[in-house]
C-alpha cells in the first residue's frame, strides 16, 4: 500500500519561495508517477504537473499556467519528491497535494494521496 | 472558470439515485478517459471512478460512471447521509501541449 506524508504548513510573503516534501512508503519513488495538485480554498483542485518515469528517462511535464515558476524533483534515496514554486503571491495560497497511481507508468488516475499541505501566502 | 462544467450543487434524500453531471470538449471527455473524485470537508480527494466507468476496489457499487460524446455523468444509487461531499470530474486534456482539467465540482447534500 503506498503512502505519500508531506511536509507541515508554512507562511510566506509575497515574492517568496515554497518547498514541499512528499515522502513515499510503501513502494519505489522511481517506479511512480507522482503529481502535484493544489486547491485554493472554495476551489476545485488544479493541477501543477507530473513526473513521467517512462523507461527510466522521467521527465516532468509542468501545467502551462505554472511553467517557469514551478520546479517539481525527486530523490530517490529518500524516496522523496519535492515541489518549489517561486515568485508566490496571494492567489497562490491553497493546499497542495501530491498524488500518484496504482497504475503503472504515466498516469492521471489518482489513487493515492498525501494529507496535503497548506501554503498560505500573506504580507 | 473551470474548463470541465459541473452542476453546483445536487441533492437527493436518503435511498434515492442521484445523477452528476460533467461536461467538456473533443480536446478533453471526448478523446480521453475521465475519473470522479469524492471529496470529504478537510480532506484529500479520494477516487471513486477512473477510466469512465471503473471502481477502485473498495468503492461500492452504489457508484456508477458513463460517458457520452463530450459528456459523463457519476450517478449514485441508494444515497446515504455518508455520501454528502463534494465530486468532481478530472480528465486529460490535449490543448496548451497536454494537461490535467478538473471539473469545478458539486456539492452533494443528502436532504
Known amino acids: 500500500q503506498v503512502q505519500l506524508v508531506q511536509s507541515g504548513a508554512e507562511v510566506k510573503k509575497p515574492g517568496a519561495s515554497v518547498k514541499v516534501s512528499c515522502k513515499v512508503s510503501?513502494?519505489?519513488?522511481?517506479?511512480?508517477?507522482i503529481h502535484w495538485v493544489r486547491q485554493a480554498p472554495g476551489k476545485g483542485p488544479e493541477w501543477m504537473g507530473g513526473f513521467d518515469p517512462e523507461d527510466g528517462h522521467g521527465e516532468t511535464i509542468y501545467a502551462q499556467n505554472f511553467q517557469g515558476r514551478v520546479t517539481m524533483t525527486e530523490d530517490t534515496s529518500t524516496d522523496t519528491a519535492y515541489m518549489e514554486l517561486s515568485s508566490l503571491r496571494s492567489e497562490d495560497t491553497a493546499v497542495y497535494y501530491c498524488?500518484?497511481?496504482?497504475?503503472?507508468?504515466?498516469?492521471?488516475?489518482?489513487?493515492?494521496w498525501g494529507q496535503g499541505t497548506l501554503v498560505t501566502v500573506s504580507s | 472558470q473551470s474548463v470541465l462544467t459541473q452542476p453546483p450543487s445536487a441533492s437527493g434524500t436518503p435511498g434515492q439515485r442521484v445523477t452528476i453531471s460533467c461536461s467538456g470538449s473533443?480536446?478533453?471527455?471526448?478523446?480521453?478517459?475521465v475519473n470522479w473524485y469524492q471529496q470529504l470537508p478537510g480532506t484529500a480527494p479520494k477516487l471513486l471512478i477512473y477510466d469512465n466507468n471503473q471502481r477502485p476496489s473498495g468503492v461500492p457499487d452504489r457508484f456508477s460512471g458513463s460517458k457520452s460524446g463530450t459528456s459523463v455523468s457519476l450517478a449514485i444509487s441508494g444515497l446515504q447521509s455518508e455520501d454528502e461531499a463534494d465530486y468532481y470530474c478530472?480528465?486529460?486534456?490535449?490543448?496548451?501541449?497536454?494537461?490535467?482539467?478538473f471539473g469545478g465540482g458539486t456539492k452533494l447534500t443528502v436532504l
Open positions: 510503501g513502494y519505489t519513488l522511481s517506479k511512480l508517477s
Open positions: 473533443s480536446s478533453n471527455i471526448e478523446n480521453n478517459a
Open positions: 478530472a480528465a486529460w486534456d490535449d490543448s496548451l501541449n497536454g494537461h490535467v482539467v
Open positions: 498524488a500518484t497511481s496504482k497504475a503503472s507508468g504515466w498516469s492521471i488516475r489518482f489513487d493515492y
